[in-house]
């Protein structure tokens, strides 16, 4: 029996790490970089159950900005409630600058027909906004927004809304999502999104080539011959943040080699010592500023490998005495 336990421990504890925070099959193969923020893991957590006014300002944010769009109606008509029906959100491109690379998931709780409704009723109103059609058994969504620009959308399952800059794009994922072809995604970028979890609030990943295309136009202090090191060096990175009881969060950046990781790692171990003693140097002459004192004292630069890992904390009773001093809008 205790072997029986054992072992079904370790088939939950294979799965949950297994489980990243995004499913591969929902992003197109162009896919460079991914970040999912998870409102569910946020709004579960005993840091959001102790702040039930941020919460409840939160909620009056969102129902106001959705108020301001003309779909804020249709959704409302629909029965969705952000923060009860929208789990998590992830924004994915090739690393450029172009809006047509842009894709979008949306995991929740969606009742189709309430939605696919909702739309009639939009798209009757405003015909030229809002157009409609069906790619086998899903409704698409052709919406086009005031700069002309057209995207598609629709709901994969009713867990998955998918949004594409093309019909072509949409009609892929929700293809794969329901048993069609694996999505070919870069070796590179599966690997990143191995090291995300669904528990995680935050999580970012971009390739090497997302990096290069984003510091193209960096500016001359962060060459290569000021830093000891380039974006051509790394193969990636991943940044996640998870809210419990306390804030903890971790950057991780993957090298082309250990040596790399190493001067990266000790280059980044001496900023922090400097940025110490900034900070506790300002905290003597404002009491205010404790708190990142403590928060900067948690932070830990190591190398593991080809790879170098920032870790920090922020606990409640440093975000409470941070938020005393934050404008309370």
Same mark, same amino acid.
């Given at each position: 029996m ?5 072992a079904a $421990?370790a ?5 949950t790490?297994?489980?990243a925070?995004?499913?591969p099959?929902?992003?197109p193969?162009?896919?460079? &970089?991914a ?5 569910? @893991?946020?709004?579960?957590s005993d840091l959001?159950?102790a ?9 009056s944010?969102?129902?106001d900005k959705l ?5 804020? @109606?249709?959704?409302e008509?629909a029965g ?14 090739d690393?450029s600058?172009?809006?047509? +690379?842009?894709? #979008? ?7 189709s ?13 405003q015909p030229?906004?809002l157009?409609?059609s069906?790619?086998?058994? #899903?409704t698409?969504?052709?919406i086009?927004?005031?700069?002309q620009?057209?995207i598609?959308?629709g ?5 998955l ?13 929700i293809?794969?999502? %329901?048993?069609?072809? +694996? +999505? %070919?995604?870069k070796? &590179? $970028?599966?690997?990143?999104?191995s090291t995300t979890?669904p528990?995680? /609030?935050?999580?970012?990943v971009a390739?090497?080539? +997302?990096i290069?295309?984003g ?6 202090? $962060?060459?290569?011959?000021n ?9 990636g990175? /991943?940044? @996640?943040v998870t809210?419990a009881?306390?804030i903890?969060?971790? #950057? ?7 040596e790399s990781a ?5 280059a980044?171990n001496?900023?922090?010592v ?6 506790a ?6 009491a205010?500023?404790q708190?990142v004192?403590d928060?900067?004292? /948690?932070?830990?630069v190591? %190398?593991?490998?080809?790879? #170098?890992?920032?870790?920090?904390e922020v606990?409640q009773? %440093?975000?409470?005495r ?8």
């Open positions: 205790r072997l029986r336990k054992l $421990l088939l939950v504890l294979i799965l790490r297994s489980a925070a995004i499913d099959k929902y992003l193969p162009s896919t460079e &970089a970040i999912t923020i998870n409102l569910k @893991a946020l709004l579960d959001a159950k702040k039930k006014d941020l919460v409840k300002k939160l909620r944010l969102v129902t108020s301001e769009s003309p779909a804020g @109606a249709y959704l008509k969705f409630d952000a923060l009860r029906d929208l789990h998590s959100v992830t924004i994915a491109t690393g600058k172009d809006k047509d +690379a842009v894709f #979008v998931a949306i995991e929740g709780s969606f009742d027909e309430k939605i696919v409704e909702a739309a009639k009723e939009a798209s009757q109103n030229g906004a157009k409609m069906k790619a086998g058994a #899903v698409v969504f052709e086009t927004k005031d700069d620009q057209t598609y959308a709901l994969a399952s009713d867990r809304m998918v949004v594409a800059p093309t019909r072509e794009g949409l009609t892929a994922t293809s794969r999502v %329901n048993g069609g072809k +694996a +999505a %070919n995604v070796p &590179a $970028l599966k690997a990143l999104l979890s528990k995680q /609030t935050i999580s970012i390739t090497g080539d +997302a290069q295309k510091m193209d136009n960096a500016p001359p202090g $962060l060459a290569k011959g830093l000891g090191f380039s974006p051509q060096d790394f193969d990175f /991943t940044v @996640a809210v009881r306390d903890t969060f971790q #950057v991780g950046i993957s090298t082309k080699d250990a190493k001067k990266m790692a000790d980044a001496f900023g922090l400097a940025v110490r003693g900034m900070i140097q300002k905290a003597q002459e404002d205010k500023l708190p004192v928060i900067a004292g /948690t932070l830990r190591t %190398n593991q490998g080809a790879n #170098v890992l920032l870790r920090g606990t009773e %440093n975000l409470d941070v938020l005393a001093f934050l404008p309370q809008r």
